[in-house]
Nanobody, 123 residues
Framework: EAQLVESGGGSVQAGGSLRLSCVASGFNFEDNFITWFRQAPGKGREGVSA????????EYADSVKGRFTISRDNARRTVYLQMDWLIPEDTAVYYCAANRWGLGSRPEDAKYWGQGTQVTVSL
């Protein structure tokens, strides 16, 4: 059974950092993008960052460029999202998903989703 499990969310003050992890199992990890989406209350799901697991190519939304870093460890089947200089607008539930085109994919086109992890940033 294909599965993605996120961890690492929490509550931090503005300017702080968190590292999210996404562990994959049950599908070909190196044949996809792993993409982080987020969803704030009352808003749609927004693509944040993606990594092509076969070669490490990365993508970032403009809103997080220079603050977030995505990486992967293929041996551990894990993708990380290092989030630095967090701001209150980053508050959302963060999900990882396996999809074909990274940030170019619509959320509804994802093959698999994790359960989400809450990130809350306060002033």
């Amino acid at each position: 059974e294909a599965q993605l499990v996120e961890s690492g969310g929490g509550s931090v003050q503005a300017g702080g950092s968190l590292r999210l992890s996404c562990v994959a199992s049950g599908f070909n990890f190196e044949d996809n993008f792993i993409t982080w989406f987020r969803q704030a209350p009352g808003k749609g799901r927004e693509g944040v960052s993606a990594i092509k697991t076969s070669d490490g190519m990365t993508e970032y939304a403009d809103s997080v460029k220079g603050r977030f870093t995505i990486s992967r460890d293929n041996a551990r089947r894990t993708v990380y999202l290092q989030m630095d200089w967090l701001i209150p607008e980053d508050t959302a539930v963060y999900y990882c998903a396996a999809n074909r085109w990274g940030l170019g994919s619509r959320p509804e086109d994802a093959k698999y989703w994790g359960q989400g992890t809450q990130v809350t940033v306060s002033l």
